[in-house]
């Protein structure tokens, strides 16, 4: 094989989010020391913890093809929470938790985005200092202890199943799917790309630049918030700390995915089978008997890992 | 006089970009040497390698008889090689004494930084061209012509030997540039050699004594000043005689389609009227950065006029006219803004041809609405602009200069765009790719387009345009049928008001 | 007023604008020492330089990453991860080296990955948070532990009357002033960040300067200068604690924003930073003083973290 040959070997290969190799490795691990784990209801469950990570991902590769980053997504999904499980609204039904959870979101992304475009502050400090408010503000609200117990209804909601999937990862996907879609089809995901590969020469060629941005801001907000309801609805008591590392896994999954600042190779679908890496990794971490602490050192190396693939790559 | 630089058949590429092969040059002590060219002939590349910033291919570079490896401007600096680019090279946080010694700090004898001893020094070198500057003034505090003068300084002080100039006299005013040739001629009495790249003609012949000409990445050839006429210099560069690039003028001018009226782009600046008829080129022509780019970016909304009103095919432009929106607004009109920045602000690099001319026309629609393909659209415009490409899935990056151009004047082509307003269309062109493009625009204005352009080459203006206006101190000062102007007409115009403002 | 107005906003100099922070400082002073009676006590100044002496550590070092135009977010990890190593059963005299061996070698690993691997340094340092804190978990699950007693006696005894925080604080600034302003090393660091905000990446490289190399070092310093503060609060705490250091990150960003540091790079001042960093330890004190939840605090810090970042001026839009 000549020389240039093995380059583009090496280019196409590259070029492949790394989320869809780690799947398949790890798919093979479990396959091969617990295959009686791979079957679809026990997969189903695994699948359901990690359903409020894989919609705020979709969120987050928003925020992250227009090179920004969205770390507020913890305050929301908190707060959200907080909503449910306070009684703060009591007998409110379903759709009015739901209109909370999406107009808190939208309000928050949208103060997100717009700090970020108008103001161009840096897209962390704006949303983790968010993200602080918001905490300690529920913090605050709750004395910080645990505030009561999530409706019933949401509980059952969470647990039903259409065959053997259950109910909430196929939300999941869905969204996913409409997101893909959306990013695919519309002109929005014209000036995603756009200004993710040059914000300058997205102004000259008459993209709205700010605009592309606060919008992505707001959609990750409300997209928060809905990962807030599903993940109220996956516990029975309401808690001060609850979703606190998802949008650091959030980001985890999306650069594993393929999606680096400003680049979506990896689309939608790349961060989808992100998080279900982390789903299976948190299985075979669990199987292997490693802990807490040796999860988070874990969590570390891959985001570690997957940004210096493609730094490398890009520098080259 | 001895040779102090010896640089032997270089040869340097970009990717696929062949931009130097097989150049030698050299410079003795005490001469003033113009290294001319076309914009793209390979003449900064040259410089830049023996300024140490890139390293060549093949080839070597001795310094007084040896042979040297500049891997940084550190190492050209330390065998004394001294630049002053075109781009700003000092640190705008710093001082003037601080940049001037920036990596080369003086240290007391406790290690830490001597500051009295860097302004003494600092101040020695600044008097000695004349300029009375506090050394620990910020440079972010500085003129233009300032920078380019404690660039300068920077050399004198390092005791350089060779000092290279690039476009030294762009941003200067008249006066200025006779302090700078005073300072060149006394660097030349002391045995230093001067690389002076300039555009202007009458600079070199004025200044220089020898000329070393570049074209295509190609050595034409190196010549006693004294030996040449400035049009024998302008073939040697262009290789040919210079009209036979441009396509024939146009005679008809149709309705305006753009009128500037009472336009101050400055508090202080005097009112300024342009007008531009379809079937029309105009240039904006003058010396650099006199105000042409803000005048083609106020069109856009991103220089902020102080008065004035901006008319688009009879539609006024209400001010203040916002800079984040302000592109939209035109470009709904009509009107389509060629930056000057291919790279930057032109083109995405990383994406496809079709991206790069589609995003044009999807930019006006709104952003929920369902793409469209405009695959034939694409076709169609990369065919009749001979777009060299393996297809329309091709990254922008991979290409050569002047098909970058074509994709990126593509897409305002693509979206009907019937005024444009260009900014150096032919950066980093080849001289084939050159002609193509003036071709294009005259198409262009033929069906019934009107273009603006401004470019820092003079010669350019006058061949591709049919009337230009000289702008000088953010005015413009004179009016001129393109076949009738100069470079030389165009330079007196616009220091002719210098004079008056000296002398009023 | 007009030349008044220009020395707080400090708009021509590369100091940014520390004048007005010191104004807000001196004022909540002044309203503290009337509107509380135990403020100007000097058992709450000593309090207030022991509260605010591991910010002000911290925050030095965090400035130096952010005069290059980066962050380090791995700082407040870097301090559980210290207290956690001292509280192990060793002796002092391996213990100390120990932790600033490691510290450099998180520096190290930041900066190496940020400038060789071409990571955003937030990336980079969070990556390396994660891994600092799970490490540190896994050596002290919950606070426990013994420090060694010569830690514990150089944060709490005095001499001549005065407290040995002041002494920490004094050489730490001492070696900080000394790096920043009268060594070659502090003047690259603002070359550096200067070319990064104004755009022009090669500048500082085209004068000589070796880039990578000094912000690689810039990581190191704000590792260890960051393990100072561990060892510091250590000493005032006992034990090792894995959650002593957070929120620090977030803490120390604010505090150099606070003092007139540019976030994009090349400008601020040492007393900015100390300064921003009085300002957040006197706001804690104050609030503590009129007994606000510590929960309101916190939004309380998100807040002014919020105000002065998004009041200084940058162009690039994102990260």
Redesign the interface.
Known sequence: MSKIQLQTLVQRVLRIPPSYLVFISLFLILWLTRPQMLNLNILGVFLRQVAPLGILVLGQLLVMRVKSIDLSGGGVILLVNYYISSGMFPGASLPAFIFLAVATGFIVGMFNGWMIAKRRVSAVIVTLAVSIILIGMVQFLSSGSPPGNVPTFLRDIYNTRTGVMPNPVIFWAFLTLIMSLFL????????V??VG??A?????????????VI?AHTMAGVIAGIAGLVQTASIAVGSVRIGLDLPILAVAATILGGVAFGRGEGGVWGPFFGVLSFSLLFVVLTIYGVGEPGKLVVQGVIILLAAVFYGIRSKS | MTIIVEMHGISKAFGHNQVLNSVSFSLNSGSVHALMGENGAGKSTLMKILAG?HQPDAGQVKINGQKVNLL???DA?DSGISTVFQ????????SIA?NMF????P?TRT???DYDAMIRDTRRALDELGLDLDPTR?V??LTIGERQFVEIAHGIEADASVMILDEPTAALNAADVEVLNTSIRKLCERGKAVVYISHRMEEIFNICDTVTVLKDGKLVGEQAISDLTPNVLIEMMVGRELTSLFPARSTMAGEVVLELKDIQLTENARPLSLTLHRGEIVALAGLEGQGQQKLSRALIGQHALFSGQIRVKGVILELPFSG??G??RT?KLGLG?V?EDRK????????PIL?NI???L??????????RKYRPVVADIMQSMNVKAPNANARVRSLSGGNQQKVLLG?YLAAKTDILVIEEPTRGVDIGAKSEIYRLLREFTEQGGAILVLSRETLELIGLSDRLYVVHENTIVAEMLAIEATEHSILNAALKTDKKAHYA | MRKYIDILTRR???QGAWGFPLLVFLGICVWLSFNTARFATIENAENLIAQAMPLIIVAIGQMLVVLVGGLDLSVGAVISFTTAILSLDAPTIVLLPVVFVLAALVGLMNGLVVTRCNVHPIIATLAMQYMLLGATRLIRPVSGGEIPQLVLDSVSGEFFGIPFPVFWGIVVVLIAW?LLY???YG??L??I???M??G?T????????AVRRNIVLAYVGSACFATIAGIFLAGRITSGDPNVGLLFELDSITAVALGGTQLSG??GSLQGTVIGALVLALMSNGMNLVNLSPFVQTVVKGGILLIVVGLQSRKKMGL
């Open positions: 695919s089809l519309s002109v929005y995901g014209r000036f790309t756009s590969e040059s300058e020469a997205a102004h000259f060629s008459g993209v709205p630049v700010e605009r592309t919008v | 910033v940084s401007p550190r600096l781009e700003h090279s000092l640190l705008p946080n710093l601080e920036l990596g080369r700090e240290l290690g830490a930084i910020l972010s505090t984040i929106t592109i939209r470009q803004f930056p930057e602000e032109g083109l995405f690099l990383e994406l991206h589609v995003i044009g999807h930019s006006r629609r709104a952003a929920i609405a369902l793409v897409r | 021509n100099t590369r000394k009268r060594s070659r003047l690259h603002f070359a960040g200067g070319g905000a104004s022009q090669d500048a500082a490289h085209n004068f000589g300067i090349g400008v």
